[in-house]
């Protein structure tokens, strides 16, 4: 017996001990002795209340839809499951993971993970003769779940190397992996809320190449959470960070595609390769969140490519679509902040009053060339690098014209192009796409000294009410800009704080007409 102290007195809670704890095939599915007890809900309004105290529980369970009432649901503490905030806490976790799986009800279910810090202390052996039991906290199929951390630590074991196992095609591969601690393959009505979950890469001796060289490590499946198959998530308030591979997956499982996300107040930086990928999923919202330093992990594991705050891009024979990212920051990110580059596969992406920085230098710091995609009402300090609303593929399956890209009352400040268009001849052949750069404003910094903008190959259709202002040192009768559209009118070219003038800017209206300076 342990004593848990809550606002209705001393309560006992039985907890399972390591004697009781049985040997696993190393075949079989991951899994934990069962408790010797029957676990069932108890807790109760003056638990709740308490929680409240600590964590804002409450509030938290009616922004997610959840009545705070043992009457209408159950409520369990995450010690009911044996986890006792040891150095290792592993089996208690799969304990748990079992005890939902397949399971759903007529009434949400609810358990309360304490204050203080739970860690899985193990990595997982995936072949060779280091192979293990050990695998990934899977819920499968659960329903009607909610994980609610009260400020948890989660700790996930990084601290070790990743050895060079197998070599295949040039690229090397590794047969251990990170513990993910929140696997969701399946299920409905899924919440996760309240924890910092730390992947510890930066401890690791070893390193996570970037694709390039014979037996360069590839990234593993090394996420902190992953989510696939399912059929309404919300992830709200949580801190993800220094995983291997990805803070945040969400992609299709066994066929089915993931569904109604919600992301908020989440924080996903410093992991190897992404904050968050977005595969075979339709209807997402990222909302008031942070995808930063990804590719950055602070020590020796080096970053994945694309190592982007956002990347969309489903698998193949997959779709991703109706995907809105607001009110977010994606800063400093050692490749792009978003991706969203394949329209054959992608479609109705917005990015919309968000602030976005580039301290890497990278030079594609946003690509949007999909059907339907928005980049509207952000401030964009992209320094070197540039944003692309179309992108040149070579695969001909879903012309260019589909392509169509709204540019508009975004603040740009940048030393490079800022802004590009390069219509290849390939896209050219397949018609234009249609792509509208509406009420920006367009700010050099005085190290600048690139063409801004940089929009040839007449694939714009509207270039209207923008104001471009140059700062950086030019020659007189320098082109400091090309803008090649269909359509432009009412813009202003302010060099008013260059001392060498004039200056010009290629302008080229029309399809057929000829560029004028």
């Known amino acids: 017996l342990s004593p848990y102290l809550s606002a209705g007195g001393l309560r006992f809670v039985l907890r399972g001990c390591a004697s009781i704890f049985v040997a696993i095939a190393v075949s079989a599915p991951a899994q934990a002795a069962p408790l010797p007890h029957v676990v069932r809900a108890h807790l109760t309004p003056a638990d709740l209340q308490y929680f409240e105290q600590q964590c804002r529980l ?42 939902f799986s397949g399971a759903t009800g007529s009434r949400p279910r609810v358990v309360i993970f304490p204050p203080g810090k739970i860690s899985i202390l193990r990595a997982v052996e995936t072949g060779g003769p280091r192979r293990n039991a050990t695998r990934d906290i899977t819920f499968r199929q659960a329903g009607g779940v909610a994980l609610m951390g009260c400020n948890t630590q989660l700790n996930v074991a990084g601290d070790f190397a ?45 390193r996570g190449e970037q694709r390039s060289g014979n037996g360069a490590i590839v990234e593993t499946t090394s996420y902190g959470v992953f989510a696939r198959g399912v ?26 595609a993931s569904k109604n996300l919600l992301i908020l107040r989440t924080s996903s930086h410093n992991n190897a390769r992404q904050g968050l990928t977005i595969g075979t999923v339709s209807k997402v919202h990222v909302k008031d969140s942070a995808f930063s330093g990804n590719g950055i992990t602070d020590g020796a594991y080096l970053g994945h490519s694309p190592m982007a705050g956002i990347d969309i891009e489903p698998d193949q024979g997959g779709r991703a679509s ?30 919309r009053n968000s602030t976005i920085s580039n301290s890497s230098g990278g030079r594609y710091l946003i690509i949007m060339s999909v059907p339907d995609g928005e980049i509207t009402g952000n401030t964009i300090d992209a320094a070197a690098g540039s944003i692309f609303p179309f992108w040149h593929e070579t695969d001909g ?62 694939a714009v259709s509207t270039f209207s009410g923008n104001t471009v202002t140059y700062a950086a040192a030019r020659r007189p009768g320098d082109v400091v800009g090309y803008v090649y559209a269909t ?13 060498a003038r004039p200056l010009r800017v290629a302008l080229k209206s029309g399809v057929d007409s000829s560029p004028r300076l």
């Open 58 to 99: 409450i509030s938290r369970l009616h922004e997610l839809g959840i009545p705070a009432d043992p009457s209408q649901a159950d409520f369990f503490l995450a010690t009911d499951f044996g986890l006792q905030q040891l150095p290792d806490d592993y089996d208690a976790m799969q304990r748990m993971a079992g005890f």
């Open 162 to 206: 990743f050895p060079l196992d197998l070599v295949h095609m040039g690229y090397g591969h590794s047969f251990r992996k990170q513990v993910i601690p929140f696997d969701f393959m399946g299920g409905a009505a899924i919440a996760l809320s309240g924890f910092n979950i730390s992947g510890n890469i930066n401890a690791s001796p070893g």
């Open 487 to 499: 359509t432009i009118a009412g813009n202003v070219f302010d060099a008013s704080a260059v001392t």
């Open 397 to 458: 399956a879903v012309p260019a014209s589909d392509v169509s890209t709204l540019f508009k009352d975004n603040t740009v400040l940048n030393a490079g192009r800022g802004l590009t268009v390069d219509l290849k001849v390939d896209d050219a052949k397949q018609m234009m796409p249609a792509i509208d750069i509406v009420n920006n404003r367009f700010v050099e910094s005085p190290g600048g000294g690139d063409k801004l903008p940089y929009l040839v190959g007449n």
């Open 322 to 351: 109706d995907i809105l990212i607001e009110n977010c920051d994606m800063k400093n990110n050692a490749g792009s902040a978003l991706l969203a580059a394949h329209r054959q596969t992608t479609r109705n992406v917005v990015l």
């Open 231 to 256: 059929f309404g998530l919300t992830l709200v308030d949580l801190n993800i960070h220094h995983f291997a591979t990805d803070g945040l997956r969400i992609d299709a499982g066994k066929g089915a």
